[in-house]
């Protein structure tokens, strides 16, 4: 899947990304799209995923498949840390 095509999930306000997805089904005709995020925006991107999905796409789009991990990266202290990350896949009924 092109990343063209994928959302990734932090600070900006709430409706900026639902809005993000709307766009991606509907002036872009995309076939899926994926939200992802990690650590604490996780519960962010699964709101944006159903807000999309059951709100403003009803009856269009179905969560297809739902992925967790966690990834490990180097802090700014250089200590090893570890983050869990979500993939959500929305696709076109």
Do not use: C, H, W
Not at 2 to 19: E, L, W
Not at 61 to 73: G, R, T
């Amino acid at each position: 899947m092109a990343d063209d095509n994928t959302i990734f999930i932090g600070n900006k306000p709430f409706m900026n990304y639902v809005t993000g997805v709307v766009m991606q089904f509907t002036t872009k005709n995309e076939e899926q799209v994926l939200v992802k995020a990690r650590g604490k925006f996780i519960s962010r991107a699964v709101d944006v995923a159903e807000v999309a999905a059951k709100r403003f796409l009803n009856g269009q789009v179905d969560v297809k498949d739902v992925k967790i991990d966690s990834e490990e990266f180097e802090n700014k202290e250089g200590k090893q840390v570890r983050v869990s990350t979500i993939e959500v896949l929305l696709q076109k009924k």
